[in-house]
């Protein structure tokens, strides 16, 4: 949580073994994890996969070393939850953005929500 009481987030880059992002959402007193191989979505018409990964623990929000960096953190709100999808909104370094994590047959994809 920050320090009012919100759910924080976090966007790991790594750059090993292949380029890929970790989205990380605090739930439950730990971080739920998807890789993202592409980096979050930057258009509403193009779907990113996301995998779901496990769990991380929350000393992960900081967590950097040589080949992982934090590419965005702040908090973020769940706007809707049913058992096939998560809508929620990222509170990070630039404009806030509303995704939705669509549960496939195998893996999600991440969507942008329009505004």
Same mark, same amino acid.
């Given at each position: 949580? =920050? ?6 987030? !976090? /966007?790991?880059?790594?750059?090993? +073994? &292949?380029?890929?992002? =970790? ?6 007193? !730990? /971080?739920?994890?998807?890789?993202? +191989? &592409?980096?979050?979505? =930057? ?73």
């Amino acid at each position: 949580m =920050d320090d009012q009481g919100r759910p924080t987030f !976090v /966007l790991h880059e790594h750059h090993k +073994p &292949r380029h890929h992002f =970790d989205l990380r959402l605090e739930e439950d007193g !730990v /971080l739920r994890s998807w890789a993202v +191989p &592409r980096g979050l979505p =930057d258009d509403p018409k193009r779907n990113r996969l996301a995998v779901a990964v496990p769990d991380h623990a929350l000393e992960h929000l900081t967590y950097t070393d040589a080949d992982k960096a934090i590419a965005d953190t702040g908090w973020w709100h769940e706007v809707d939850r049913n058992e096939k999808r998560i809508v929620f909104t990222l509170h990070g370094r630039g404009t806030p953005r509303t995704y939705a994590l669509i549960r496939t047959d195998s893996d999600w994809l991440l969507h942008l929500m329009q505004e």
